[in-house]
């Protein structure tokens, strides 16, 4: 696709359930990130995947958070027993590389309310 | 570890004003540094950056000039307009690293 593509756009539930937000990278990109913001705040680095190489997974919060991408493609975020705290909007972006140099391109994120 | 600091918002100015916003980094080596701008309603791009010392990024009559001696990259613009109003976020990525580290944001706000 012509961008970053994330879905769903917005996403509303139960404390305690499980939810699953989706990433579509642009096409070649093999690098690809998950960051949180909460509002009015920074952006907070969630997960990284290049390739095949295993992830970075250090800023996941808790072990309720995990990600999972299959090669170069499609990248998943799963928060399993939904927090408040949890509530958020969560960006994806992609990149050519994973060299820090190159520029990463950013979705419109999803964001999620925990009631 | 890498780590961007940037001044506090929000900044209030008048059209036509000089805008500043400070971003000073911890790293080793020789990162690339990076301003992201997110306008309302809308997500982050890119607006400059530079990947080496000395070199200065600019775009859309900002700029930023990449000082190693002072670890810095402070933001710039001469004549703000109204729709300049957004969130700036400097960031640095490590040329053998693997992720942006961001700063915490700056809100610019434009008054007529």
């Known amino acids: 696709g012509a961008g970053v593509s994330q879905s769903p756009s917005n996403k509303v539930t139960e404390k305690g359930k499980d939810v699953e937000l989706r990433c579509d990278p642009i096409?070649?990109?093999?690098?690809l990130y998950w960051y949180r913001q909460r509002l009015g705040q920074g952006l907070e680095f969630l997960i990284y995947?290049?390739?095949?190489?295993?992830?970075?997974k250090s800023g996941l919060p808790s072990d309720r958070f995990s990600a999972e991408r299959t090669g170069e493609s499609v990248s998943t975020l799963t928060i399993q027993r939904t927090q408040q705290e949890d509530s958020a909007v969560y960006l994806c972006?992609?990149?050519?590389?994973?060299?820090?140099?190159?520029?990463?391109?950013f979705g419109q994120g999803t964001r999620l309310t925990v009631v | 570890g890498n780590s961007v600091t940037q001044m506090e918002g929000p900044v209030t100015l008048s059209e036509e004003a000089f805008l500043t916003i400070n971003c000073t980094y911890t790293?080793?080596?020789?990162?690339?540094l990076f301003w992201y701008v997110q306008y309302p309603g809308e997500g982050l791009q890119l607006l400059l950056k530079?990947?080496?010392?000395?070199d200065k990024g600019s775009n859309k009559g900002f700029e930023a000039t990449y000082r190693k001696e002072t670890t810095s990259f402070h933001l710039e613009k001469g004549s703000v307009q109204v729709s300049d109003s957004a969130v700036y976020f400097c960031?640095?990525?490590?040329?053998?690293?693997?992720?942006?580290?961001f700063g915490g944001g700056t809100r610019v706000l434009v008054k007529p």
């Open positions: 972006a992609s990149s050519w590389s994973g060299t820090g140099s190159s520029e990463a391109f």
């Open positions: 096409s070649g990109h093999t690098a």
């Open positions: 995947f290049q390739g095949n190489s295993a992830p970075d």
């Open positions: 790293a080793t080596g020789y990162p690339s």
């Open positions: 530079a990947t080496k010392a000395d």
């Open positions: 960031a640095l990525g490590k040329a053998a690293g693997n992720k942006l580290t």
